[in-house]
């Protein structure tokens, strides 16, 4: 044994490759993980002064049956639905879920996950605020506890991602309102927080090029999760403006077109597909709110429960796994086209 001395399985963890759980796992019955792993480890513990803390290894190994799942506001009627699938799934797993919302806040989110920390959780689901997450910090949480993302996803962090197919959702609803009507222009925030609104942004520019048509971006100026408000205050100067290329308007996710459908009804505007209206409007995801609009909204829906079933029992396999996986995973689940009164 030589180098310099180690302090903590921290350390050893990073200086080995290989997971804190799977070394506790090692130190508490060697014979639990794979041969390969345990070659792996006792040539590191050879090359280096580390001698573990059996007692904390006792303790970090008594996991509860706690899964933590992080939404990024629980107030949207969206995240509340999918979350409350999840909780549905992991109840019948004989699993315990716990549930927080970040309310939009990188800070939030961060404690979130660091007060799942403190009770041991066997793992956790993320749905992660996106671009202002913290991303070294997130990385840093998955790379202790196992965690699945699932609605947004971030390339570098967790080992795997749940979530809807943008290219084919957005596909599809393009195709439908180029078909039906005059082709839709692209109504999205200038600075979204989701990943998603990326994703949807580029596979319109795509789905409308392909068809041969010209993309038009509507950027709305605003940040942050008031997504109804920027709807419908950067509505109002759309309507005002009056400088569409066409009457159809496809928005980035629904409640930006509850917002929008606002500002068009304030405005004196008819919105619809039937004799004597001005301007179609289209959203995605299939908000619970979306049914209730005037006019009702027609949008692509989220397989909510595919997305909640698949992240869970990912998650599981996880937890179940000795080590974690060397490829981070992905599953993405086509969305389904809700033709209604809007467009």
Same mark, same amino acid.
């Given at each position: 044994?030589g180098?310099?001395?180690?302090?903590n399985?921290?350390?050893?963890?990073? @200086?080995?490759?290989?997971?804190?759980?799977?070394?506790?796992k090692?130190?508490?019955?060697p014979?639990? *993980?794979?041969?390969?792993?345990?070659?792996?480890?006792? %040539?590191? /513990?050879?090359?280096?002064?580390?001698? &573990?803390?059996?007692y904390?290894?006792?303790?970090?190994?008594?996991?509860?049956?706690?899964i933590?799942?992080?939404? &990024?506001?629980?107030?949207?009627? =969206?995240?509340?639905?999918?979350?409350?699938?999840?909780?549905?799934?992991?109840?019948?797993?004989? =699993?315990?879920p716990?549930? /927080?919302?970040?309310?939009?806040?990188?800070?939030?989110?961060?404690a979130?996950?660091?007060?799942?920390?403190?009770?041991?959780?066997?793992?956790?689901?993320?749905?992660? !605020?996106?671009?202002?997450?913290?991303?070294?910090?997130?990385?840093?949480?998955?790379?202790?506890?196992?965690?699945v993302? =699932?609605?947004?996803?971030?390339d570098?962090?967790?080992?795997? =991602?749940?979530?809807?197919?943008?290219?084919?959702? @957005?596909?599809?609803? *393009?195709d439908?309102?180029?078909?039906?009507?005059e082709?839709?222009?692209?109504?999205?925030?200038?600075?979204?927080?989701?990943?998603?609104?990326?994703?949807?942004?580029?596979?319109?520019?795509?789905?409308?090029?392909?068809?041969?048509?010209?993309?038009?971006?509507?950027?709305? %100026?605003?940040?942050?999760w008031?997504?109804?408000? @920027?709807?419908?205050?950067?509505?109002?100067?759309v309507?005002?403006?009056?400088?569409?290329?066409?009457?159809?308007?496809?928005?980035s996710?629904?409640r $930006?077109a509850?917002?929008l /459908?606002?500002?068009?009804?304030?405005?004196? $505007?008819? *919105?619809?597909?039937?004799?004597?209206?001005?301007l179609?409007v289209?959203?995605?995801?299939?908000h &619970?709110f979306s049914?209730?609009?005037?006019?009702?909204?027609?949008?692509?829906?989220?397989?909510? +429960?595919?997305?909640?079933?698949?992240?869970?029992? *990912? !998650?599981?396999?996880?937890?179940?796994a000795?080590?974690?996986?060397?490829?981070r995973? +992905?599953?993405?689940?086509?969305g389904?086209l @809700?033709?209604?009164?809007s467009?």
């Open positions: 044994m180098g310099t001395k180690i302090k399985m921290e350390e050893f963890s990073a @200086i080995c490759g290989i997971s804190r759980p799977t070394l506790s090692f130190f508490n019955d014979e639990s *993980v794979r041969a390969s792993t345990r070659k792996r480890i006792e %040539e590191a /513990l050879e090359q280096h002064d580390y001698q &573990p803390n059996l904390a290894v006792n303790q970090n190994r008594r996991l509860t049956k706690n933590g799942i992080v939404v &990024p506001y629980l107030a949207d009627p =969206f995240f509340a639905k999918i979350a409350r699938t999840i909780e549905e799934h992991i109840f019948e797993t004989g =699993f315990r716990v549930l /927080l919302g970040s309310h939009g806040s990188a800070a939030l989110e961060i979130n996950l660091e007060n799942l920390r403190s009770i041991k959780p066997a793992g956790v689901l993320l749905a992660p !605020l996106g671009r202002a997450s913290d991303h070294e910090k997130l990385e840093a949480f998955c790379k202790d506890i196992p965690t993302l =699932f609605d947004a996803n971030i570098t962090i967790g080992e795997a =991602f749940v979530g809807s197919n943008n290219e084919q959702s @957005i596909g599809l609803i *393009v439908y309102l180029c078909r039906t009507g082709p839709p222009s692209f109504f999205e925030m200038k600075s979204p927080t989701n990943p998603n609104a990326f994703k949807r942004r580029s596979s319109y520019i795509s789905a409308m090029e392909k068809l041969g048509h010209r993309p038009h971006l509507i950027q709305a %100026e605003g940040e942050g008031e997504f109804e408000e @920027i709807g419908f205050r950067e509505g109002m100067r309507v005002r403006d009056r400088n569409l290329p066409t009457n159809t308007i496809l928005c996710n629904d $930006l509850i917002g /459908l606002s500002a068009a009804c304030e405005s004196g $505007l008819r *919105v619809g597909i039937g004799e004597g209206c001005e179609r289209a959203g995605h995801d299939d &619970p049914r209730y609009t005037c006019p009702t909204l027609t949008t692509v829906s989220q397989d909510y +429960e595919a997305i909640a079933k698949k992240s869970a029992s *990912v !998650l599981l396999e996880m937890i179940e000795d080590e974690p996986s060397d490829s995973g +992905e599953t993405l689940f086509d389904r @809700i033709m209604r009164s467009a």
